[in-house]
């Protein structure tokens, strides 16, 4: 009885030893925070790039982390909420002290935080899509979408192509569709176009026929844009068929997913939108440089998921792969500053947004050519270019 | 004048969705004096249900039947659960209650269903109707006779069968229809469904054109409540006139002014009605005898 008792505690102790041996090595895992709008009004964002950053992780452990140590994701909801987003960035800076944050899903909450990180100097890559989020660089402040300028010119190089000077445009007042909206106004004068025509509707509206008549009924347009996301787009493209408007229809990229054709069903055909090659993969030629990059994420994300990709994961895809990437070349995982520095001199990656070459002057790196201008036809997308 | 009758059009559609779920806010306020703010849970719960139940394969009318069976069935038991037990309490609280109803509805939607936006054919196409040089969707024509089916149905049950006149009887006063051998716990549990059943009418009728999530009810409530005030609560004749009214007054600001204000027109028009006649259009003078 009394041996057996020894025998157990003896056990018992050994076990417990071993455990602390083993548990010593996970001290030095590379904490990653992130905060993202997995749920709420932005969730079409944040559900996606939450289920692929967890993705990347397993991926990345499996195969022995980074420069030999687990990588560990501290992962926050949101729910898109600008104050809830300060709040998480807080934690994650002062009580999950991580090394490097991924996240803020929309260009609200991203704002939100950075000036946290900007004070604590702890590298952030924004997954969200306005501007003024790069613009001016701030030091810590990374983004890996293109940005709404971007998809203005885009759209606009393809209209001055196709000689149209007099468009209309009619965009969401949430902060994505007024964003673009001031973007676009600020650069249509670039390629001499004027707008002259001018329509907002709300995030919830479910119905524009009103604005896209008086659209309709202004003299001498010639196209019309629409930037926005979510569920207006979608009514736009029903309604502009409904009303039988003839001109060509511009959407955004922020309606680049298979869902928005599936919602605008045969109104859809024709409409036209700047979008990521992750889009149109299987579309790609064959020496295009990302066609194995995005052709892998596909896979691996319908796999892990069994959901189809879209370009909103391909985000967070990107930030994580080039956070691994920088530390890898900077070979540290604690360090910020190196780590920072490592980021700003990205060079030559290819990730499902386009190759990117960041510098002290641009924190994002991507150039007009990420961008593919698609039309919708017969249900999928085509290049046209 | 083609852009006005558009206007016209685009307004009429809209507004009767909030006619219906001003229609629902009517009955159940009929039945308890409570205002249930999950009515807008029910036209979401409506629309949600036929997509998912229309995906798996039911043909649309009976996707659309077992949605709004469904819904009714949802509003049988949020009065058992949630407003049966607090009998005693005041109007005020059960009105709360139903306001966290909302909130837990929306929730167990985005985990039953999911948090995309969805929809399902039109039932007659897509090929709109051209009229003086405005166009109408089929599927308005839909919303339009579906509103005011459920208004004449539910005018009739209210004026001409005893079932409707016990639901009257009992929000006037509770106890003196129980002596008088009404039951009102099944008045309650009645008016409950009825109003699901309406509102997950209209979520069944207007998706084909408006799109549903998970997340469209809270907007949807605030207009018919809106709605339902202009007419004056408890009307169902007021339900529909209300609801016509914001509709065409945020089509028209929309169309004349700018989208930016068609929000503020109807809550404006809320804030007019409570300070000039609080009553509502078609309410009847509340009177306190003393």
Redesign the interface.
């Known amino acids: 009885m009394k041996l057996k008792q020894v025998v157990k505690t003896t056990t018992l102790a050994a076990a417990v030893s071993a455990m602390t041996a083993l548990a010593t090595p996970a001290l030095a895992e590379v904490l990653i925070g992130s905060t993202l709008a997995i749920t709420g009004r932005a969730s079409f964002l944040g559900d996606p790039e939450a289920k692929t950053l967890a993705m990347l992780v397993d991926e990345i452990n499996a195969a022995g982390g980074i420069n030999g140590e687990p990588v560990r994701l501290i992962q926050y909801d949101d729910g898109g909420d600008p104050n809830k987003a300060r709040t998480f960035a807080t934690r994650l800076v002062e009580d999950d002290e991580v090394v490097a944050v991924i996240g803020g899903s929309t260009t609200g909450t991203t704002m939100a935080m950075v000036p946290i990180f900007e004070e604590a100097e702890v590298p952030f890559i924004s997954l969200a899509g306005a501007v003024a989020i790069i613009d001016p660089v701030k030091k810590w402040v990374f983004k890996t979408p293109h940005t709404d300028r971007m998809a203005c010119e885009k759209i606009f190089t393809d209209m001055q192509a196709n000689g149209i000077s007099k468009i209309g445009m009619i965009s969401g007042t949430g902060g994505f569709g007024k964003s673009m909206r001031g973007q676009c106004m600020d650069v249509a004068g670039d390629f001499d176009i004027e707008i002259v025509a001018d329509e907002t509707y709300g995030p919830s509206d479910s119905d524009m026929t009103p604005q896209l008549t008086n659209i309709k009924n202004t003299d001498g347009i010639q196209a019309v844009v629409n930037p926005g996301f979510g569920q207006g787009p979608a009514i736009v493209t029903r309604n502009y068929r409904q009303l039988g408007i003839d001109l060509p229809l511009y959407q955004s990229h922020g309606v680049a997913s298979k869902s928005f054709i599936e919602l605008a069903g045969d109104a859809a055909e024709g409409v036209r939108l700047p979008a990521a090659a992750l889009l149109v993969a299987n579309n790609l030629a064959e020496d295009d440089p990302q066609k194995p990059v995005v052709m892998k994420y596909i896979e691996d994300y319908q796999t892990a998921t069994g959901e189809p990709v879209s370009t909103f994961g391909g985000h967070a895809y990107d930030a994580f792969k080039m956070l691994a990437a920088a530390m890898e070349t900077a070979g540290t995982t604690t360090d910020s500053a190196a780590i920072r520095y490592a980021l700003e001199n990205t060079s030559g990656f290819i990730g499902t947004a386009g190759v990117v070459n960041m510098s002290p002057d641009d924190h994002l790196g991507l150039d007009l050519s990420a961008f593919k201008m698609l039309e919708i036809r017969d249900g999928d997308w085509t290049i046209i270019e | 004048m083609s852009?006005f009758l558009?206007?016209v059009?685009?307004g009429l559609?809209?507004g009767a969705?909030y006619a219906l779920v001003a229609l629902g806010f009517t009955i159940i306020y009929n039945a308890s004096s409570v205002v249930n703010f999950a009515q807008g849970e029910f036209v979401m719960l409506g629309g949600m249900a036929t997509v998912f139940i229309f995906d798996a394969g039911v043909p649309i009318w009976g996707a659309a039947a077992l949605a709004i069976l469904l819904t009714a069935t949802i509003g049988i038991l949020l009065n058992k659960l949630a407003i049966e037990p607090a009998r005693g309490a005041s109007v005020v609280n059960l009105i709360i209650i139903t306001i966290g109803a909302s909130i837990f509805l929306r929730g167990l939607a985005?985990i039953v269903f999911d948090?995309?936006?969805?929809?399902f054919?039109a039932f007659s196409g897509?090929t709109?109707f051209?009229i003086a040089g405005a166009?109408l969707?089929p599927q308005s024509i839909w919303v339009l006779f579906g509103a005011a089916a459920v208004f004449i149905g539910l005018y009739a049950f209210f004026t001409r069968t005893l079932m409707g006149k016990a639901v009257l009887a009992t929000a006037n006063n509770r106890l003196a229809a129980r002596l008088v051998g009404i039951n009102t716990n099944f008045i309650m549990a009645l008016s409950f469904a009825l109003s699901a059943a309406v509102g997950a009418t209209a979520g069944v009728l207007?998706t084909p054109?408006?799109?549903t999530?998970y997340?469209?009810g809270v907007?949807l409530a605030l207009k018919g409540f809106a709605a339902a005030m202009l007419g004056g609560m408890g009307n169902p004749f007021g339900a529909l006139v209300g609801g016509l009214l914001i509709g065409l007054i945020e089509?028209?600001t929309?169309?004349y002014l700018?989208?930016?204000y068609?929000?503020a027109a109807a809550f404006i028009v809320i804030l007019l009605t409570l300070f000039v006649m609080p009553q509502g259009l078609f309410g009847q003078k509340s009177m306190e005898r003393v």
């Open positions: 852009e558009q206007f059009f685009s559609t809209v969705v985005q948090k995309q936006i969805h929809r054919p897509d709109p051209n166009t969707l207007v054109i408006t799109l999530s997340d469209i907007m089509a028209t929309a169309g700018s989208s930016d068609k929000d």
